[in-house]
C-alpha cells in the first residue's frame, strides 16, 4: 500500500486521534478494560486499518505522554503488541511514515507504523501464558491500542522453553536478550547461510555448530571444506581428513562418476562408455565370485569392490578381439586414462591400488559420519588439495553417500551436510559443475528431511546455486550482501514479515544477520556471538598493509612453496 493510498484511507482519523490524546494528557480517559495484560502508560498509538496479516497504526502525537515514554521504541524490525478479545498479538514494524508532512516545525503530523503479524500469545484455562506460537487467530479491530514490547515480552517471544534450543547470539533491537535456534526445526528442515565475502559465514557456521554440539555431542556433521578453513576452528573436536589421511576408493564411485573422470570428453564418446560399463561390471563379478556367499546386485553403481587391474583386462581382451584395427581408439584411450589415473600422486587417495582390494566400506562410512562420534561429532573434509578436475566428482560421490547411507540406516543416525561454497558445485547454469553432483544435493534438498539428512547451505553467490535447493532451505541467515541479483534472490526465498528487515542488508555489519524461518521464532536481525580466536575458521583476509613494511622473505621460500607444490602437500 502507498503513502498516497492510505493517506487517504486513515486521514478521517487524524483528528479524532489528536482529541484522544489531548484528553488522555488531560486525564480525563482512564485505563482500557482491553490493556489489562499490557498497563496504558505503554500505549504508542491504534489500530487504523487490517488487511490480511497487515495492520497499519497510527501513532500517538509527539508531545503526549504515550510517546513520550517510548521515543525509541519503534525501528523497522521491532515488536509491537496488540491485545484482543482472545490472545495478544505481536506485529513486527516492517515500515514507518509520515504520509503528510507538516508544513511547520509546530504543526502536528500524522505518524504511521506498518506491521505484519507473526504471532501470538494465549492465556490458558488455568491463567497461565501458553508460549508465543506463530500465526494469528485473532486479528486485533479497528481503533485498538497498540503497545510498546518489554524485555519480559520479548523473552517470552524469542525464547522458546517448550523445544531444544541453542544460544547463538543476540537480538540487534536489545543486546541484552539471547538469540536462540530452535535445534530440531532448524536441522529437520535445513538451513541456509548466505553473505558476501568478508561478511562473517564461516564464523557464523562455526557459532551454530558449536552451540548445537555443545549440547548434543554424540552428533552426525560432515563439512565440506573447500578452501581448509575450518580445521583450525574444530581442532579439539573434529576428524580432519585431508590429502594425506582422505581415502575414498575408486569403487564407491558410481558409474557417471567413474564415468566423468576416466572417459575423455571426444567424439563418439559413447563408445567409450559402452566400453568402460561393461569392464566394470566384469570386474565386479570377478572380484566377487569367490565370496562368502553373500547375494550382491551388479551395477555400475554397486558400491562393491573390484580391481582395476582386472577392468584394464577385460579392455585388453575385447581390445584383441576386434577385427578392424581402425576401431582400437576407444579401447586404446579408456586403458591410458586408467594407467594415467593410477600413477599421478594426486589422485592416489582414490585410484592407489595395492597387491590387495579389500572392502573397507563399514571403516571408511564410520570415519566419515562419526559412527561412534568418540569425543569428535564433526568430520572436516579439506577439499582444497583436490585436483579440481575432479573435485566435482569427489563432492558428488560424498553427498550421495550420506543419502544412501541415511535411506538403509531408515533414520536411525540423523546426519547434518555442511556445503560450504555450494555455489561452485551446485549452480543453476547447467554449463558450471557436475549435474550428478547437483542431483545428488538435490535429492538431500527435497528428500533428506524423510530420511534424517540435514542440509546446511553456504554461500556468498545465492543469485548463482540452483533454485530447487535453496527453496528447500527453511531457515535462512542473510548477511551483508551488496550485489543487486543476490539481494533479489534472497528476497524472493522469504515471508512478507521479513522483507521490512531485509533492506538493511547492505548496511549489516560484518557478524550480523537477518534470520526468518521455521529455526527462529519470528524474523529477527541477530549479531552472531563471538568466538573466541582459537575457535574461529581461518578466513580472514590477508593484510597487505602489515606483510609488505616486512621484508622477512628470500630464495628459500620460494624453493619450499615449489617444494610443496610439486609434493601436492602441505
Not at 584394464?312 to 586408467?338: C, F, M, N, Q, W
Not at 555450494?422 to 528428500?447: P, V
Request: glycine fraction near 8%; include cysteine; aromatic fraction near 6%.
Amino acid at each position: 500500500m502507498t503513502y498516497q493510498d492510505y493517506a487517504e484511507k486513515i486521514e478521517s482519523f487524524a483528528k479524532e486521534e489528536q482529541a484522544r490524546t489531548a484528553d488522555a494528557a488531560a486525564g480525563k480517559i482512564g485505563a482500557v478494560e482491553a490493556t489489562r495484560a499490557a498497563g496504558a502508560a505503554e500505549k504508542i498509538g491504534r489500530v487504523v486499518s487490517v488487511a490480511g496479516s497487515q495492520v497499519i497504526a497510527l501513532l500517538a502525537a509527539e508531545d503526549t505522554p504515550d510517546h513520550a515514554e517510548h521515543p525509541g521504541t519503534l525501528q523497522i524490525g521491532a515488536l509491537v503488541k496488540m491485545r484482543t478479545p482472545e490472545t495478544m498479538v505481536f506485529g513486527m514494524v516492517s515500515g514507518l511514515s509520515i504520509p503528510i508532512p507538516g508544513q511547520s516545525p509546530d504543526e502536528t503530523e500524522m505518524r504511521i507504523v506498518e506491521l505484519e503479524m507473526v504471532g501470538e500469545a494465549v492465556e490458558g484455562a488455568d491463567g497461565k501464558a501458553i508460549p508465543f506460537r506463530r500465526g494469528v487467530s485473532f486479528c486485533p479491530a479497528l481503533g485498538d491500542d497498540v503497545y510498546a514490547t518489554n524485555q519480559e515480552d520479548l523473552r517470552h517471544v524469542y525464547a522458546r522453553p517448550d523445544v531444544a534450543s541453542a544460544r547463538i547470539g543476540t537480538i540487534y533491537q536489545d543486546q541484552s536478550l539471547p538469540a536462540f535456534i530452535a535445534i530440531d526445526d532448524l536441522l529437520g528442515k535445513h538451513f541456509a547461510i548466505l553473505g558476501t565475502t568478508g561478511s562473517g559465514k564461516s564464523c557464523a557456521v562455526a557459532t551454530i555448530l558449536r552451540a548445537i554440539l555443545s549440547q548434543h555431542p554424540e552428533g552426525h556433521v560432515l563439512l565440506l571444506d573447500i578452501h581448509n578453513e575450518y580445521g583450525h576452528a574444530f581442532a579439539d573436536c573434529a576428524e580432519l581428513l585431508g590429502p594425506s589421511t582422505l581415502k575414498l576408493p575408486y569403487w564407491l564411485l558410481s558409474f557417471d562418476e567413474l564415468r566423468e573422470i576416466v572417459v575423455e570428453r571426444v567424439e563418439n564418446r559413447e563408445a567409450d562408455v559402452s566400453i568402460l560399463k561393461a569392464a566394470v561390471i566384469h570386474a565386479k563379478q570377478d572380484f566377487n565370485k569367490d565370496g562368502d556367499g553373500e547375494e550382491f546386485f551388479f551395477s555400475g553403481d554397486s558400491p562393491i569392490p573390484y580391481r582395476l587391474s582386472d577392468v584394464v583386462r577385460h579392455i585388453e581382451e575385447s581390445l584383441g578381439k576386434l577385427e578392424r584395427a581402425t576401431d582400437s581408439a576407444p579401447y586404446l584411450r579408456l586403458r591410458d586414462r586408467i594407467n594415467t589415473l593410477q600413477a599421478d600422486r594426486r589422485f592416489k587417495f582414490m585410484f592407489e591400488e595395492g597387491l590387495t582390494i579389500k572392502d573397507t566400506m563399514v571403516d571408511i562410512l564410520s570415519l566419515l559420519f562419526r559412527i561412534p562420534a568418540d569425543g569428535k561429532p564433526i568430520t572436516i573434509l579439506d577439499l582444497s588439495a583436490i585436483p579440481s578436475d575432479i573435485l566435482n566428482v569427489v563432492i558428488s560421490l560424498v553427498c550421495r553417500l550420506t543419502f544412501d547411507f541415511a535411506l538403509w540406516a531408515e533414520r536411525d543416525v540423523p546426519m547434518l551436510l555442511v556445503c560450504e561454497e555450494a555455489h561452485r558445485y551446485a549452480s543453476q547454469n547447467d554449463e558450471s559443475g557436475f549435474e550428478t553432483t547437483k542431483r545428488a544435493l538435490s535429492r538431500i534438498a527435497k528428500e533428506g528431511r524423510k530420511y534424517g539428512v540435514s542440509m546446511c547451505i553456504v554461500s556468498q553467490r545465492p543469485s548463482e546455486l540452483a533454485v530447487g535447493i535453496l527453496s528447500q532451505c527453511n531457515t535462512i541467515f542473510a548477511m551483508r550482501m551488496s550485489n543487486q541479483k543476490d539481494h533479489e534472490f534472497v528476497r524472493g526465498t522469504l515471508s512478507e514479515s521479513a522483507l521490512g528487515l531485509m533492506e538493511s542488508l547492505p548496511s549489516l555489519r560484518t557478524g550480523e544477520a537477518i534470520a526468518v524461518g521455521e529455526g527462529l521464532t519470528v524474523p529477527v536481525r541477530l549479531c552472531f556471538d563471538l568466538l573466541p580466536e582459537n575457535q574461529r575458521p581461518l578466513s580472514g583476509t590477508a593484510s597487505f598493509s602489515s606483510a609488505w613494511k616486512k621484508g622477512d622473505k628470500d630464495r628459500a621460500f620460494v624453493a619450499e612453496i615449489i617444494a610443496r607444490w610439486r609434493r601436492q602437500r602441505r
